[in-house]
């Protein structure tokens, strides 16, 4: 599930977020390392980088480790804050983001990526939540 551009940016506005969209050249590349980032073990197990139908199935089947729930929401909020990225799992959209703190957005009930402009760490709200999500991960070096 996703929301429009005008739904996310009303929301990233409600929580004090400065946002500007990312060219879509730059937003294919920088998805593409998040892939390689976080799915590695997806692709490596299954043969391909998007295990059924969403990016966040790499977490919630167990490929790649991740915190869930409360626990991850408040591991994301206390990250050291700067720039991020946040897109959709359909690619419909993706900003550049800035805030004072980072924004929970599991108001929204749909599929959200928020990632650290280096990818240090990325935090996905679902569609599924509370009973699936959201989830954080950290930037692993290998996989086995």
Not at 52 to 63: M, P, T
Not at 78 to 88: L, R, T
């Amino acid at each position: 599930m996703s929301l429009k551009k005008i739904q996310i940016e009303s929301l990233l506005s409600e929580h004090e977020v400065d946002f500007s969209p990312v060219q879509s050249n730059e937003s294919e590349q920088f998805k593409r390392l998040w892939l390689v980032a976080y799915a590695a073990r997806v692709k490596k197990e299954t043969g391909v980088w998007i295990h059924n139908r969403f990016r966040w199935h790499g977490f919630s089947y167990g490929f790649q480790s991740a915190v869930s729930g409360s626990d991850a929401l408040t591991a994301y909020q206390s990250q050291w804050q700067a720039p991020y990225v946040i897109f959709d799992e359909e690619d419909t959209w993706a900003y550049h983001c800035t805030s004072e703190k980072y924004p929970d957005l599991t108001s929204s009930r749909a599929d959200i990526y928020v990632a650290h402009h280096n990818m240090k760490w990325t935090m996905v709200f679902t569609h599924e939540q509370p009973h699936i999500g959201p989830y954080l991960a950290f930037k692993s070096k290998n996989v086995d």
